[in-house]
C-alpha cells in the first residue's frame, strides 16, 4: 500500500487502541518511511491482566475484529469509510495478556480500496513491558527489533554479543552474567549494545553499525523516546 495510506490506518489504529496515549506506536517499514510498506507494525504496553482475564489492550482490539468498522476514515477526513468494510480478522495471537497478535485487513469492495494495490494487509501488534513492568521495561530494544529490518536487529545483537553480552531472550537483552539489561527508550539499546545510533531511514544491515562506547556526545533528537 502506499505509505500515506499506511501512515492514516497506523494513526487511527493507535488512537483507537491507545487512547490514552500510554506508549503505543508504530515500527517497521511505516517508521523506516518505505514508500510501499506491506504491513504495519504497531507496539502497545503491556501489563498483567488481572485474574478475570480483563485485558483493556485485548478488548479494544477485540471489539473490532470481525465486526464492520465503518469509521476508520482512511481516504479523507469528512468521509466515513465505505459500509462494506474494512473489517479485521484475527490470524493469531489475539487472547487477553497477549504478547504478539496479528490481524488481516479484508479490504471492502468500495473502489477507493483499489488505491491500496495489495487490499488485504497484515497489521502485526506487539506489547512491550514499560517501566516498572518485567524486568524493568524493554520498549527501546522491542522497538529497535519492530522497527527492522531484521538484518539490522541481527548485526546490532551479533555486536552485542561480541562485546560481552548473551544475547536477547523474552524481549530483553541479557548481559553478560545471564541479566536482563532494562531499556526504557531505544537510545538505552543501542547503548547497551554499544553501536551508534542510527536513523531509521538509514537502517540496513550490517554497514549500518558503527561501534560506539564512548557515548558523551549529544543525542539524536529522533531516539528520544516518543
Known amino acids: 500500500m502506499r505509505l500515506d495510506l499506511a501512515d492514516k490506518i497506523a494513526e487511527r489504529l493507535l488512537a483507537r487502541f491507545d487512547p490514552d496515549g500510554e506508549g503505543g506506536c508504530f515500527a517497521g517499514s511505516v517508521r523506516r518511511r518505505k514508500p510501499e510498506p ?30 464492520n468498522d465503518r469509521d476508520l476514515n482512511v481516504f479523507d477526513e469528512s468521509t466515513q469509510a465505505p459500509s462494506g468494510g474494512p473489517w479485521f480478522q484475527v490470524v493469531r495471537g489475539l487472547k487477553p495478556g497477549f504478547r504478539a497478535a496479528q490481524l488481516l485487513c479484508l479490504a471492502a469492495t468500495d473502489p477507493r480500496w483499489a488505491k491500496l494495490e495489495s487490499p488485504d494487509f497484515k497489521i502485526d501488534i506487539f506489547r512491550f513491558d514499560p517501566a516498572g513492568v518485567g524486568h524493568g521495561g524493554n520498549f527501546g530494544w522491542v522497538l529497535l527489533q519492530r522497527t527492522g529490518p531484521a538484518e539490522f536487529g ?8 561480541r562485546n560481552g553480552g548473551s544475547g536477547s531472550s523474552d524481549g530483553y537483552l541479557i548481559d553478560g552474567k545471564g541479566q536482563p539489561i532494562p531499556t526504557l527508550h531505544e537510545i538505552d ?33 529522533e531516539a528520544i523516546p516518543f
Open 38 to 67: 506491506r504491513d504495519i507494525e504497531i507496539l502497545l504496553p503491556w501489563s498483567p491482566p488481572p485474574p478475570e482475564g480483563d485485558d483493556a489492550f485485548y478488548n479494544r482490539i477485540a471489539a473490532m475484529c470481525p465486526r
Open 154 to 161: 541481527e548485526a546490532c545483537l551479533a555486536h552485542f554479543k
Open 189 to 221: 539499546a543501542f547503548r547497551a549494545m554499544h553501536v551508534a545510533y542510527v536513523e531509521p531511514t538509514d537502517r540496513l544491515g550490517y554497514e549500518s553499525i558503527r561501534p560506539q562506547h564512548d557515548w558523551h556526545e549529544p543525542i539524536p533528537e
